[in-house]
């Protein structure tokens, strides 16, 4: 089960990297000084990435604790 540690760590550093460029993004549109209407559409926007971002990070998380428990 070494195999499924090495992939759920591959794919929690992904979402990890996901998260990271939704941080940049929301930040840089803060600092853009948008109106809040305009604020609120960019990060509507990036949202999907999040949520992706952190469910591949938590499934990666799991797949770790599975081949940890597995071995």
Do not use: F, H
């Amino acid at each position: 089960m070494e195999y499924l540690v090495y992939t759920g760590a591959a794919l929690t550093v992904l979402g990890l990297i996901g998260l990271i460029y939704s941080i940049i993004k929301v930040n840089a549109a803060r600092r853009e000084n948008l109106s809040d209407e305009a604020l609120r559409a960019r990060v509507q926007a990036v949202l999907p990435w999040n949520l992706g971002a952190l469910g591949l990070s938590a499934l990666g998380l799991g797949c770790v604790v599975a081949g940890v428990l597995l071995a």
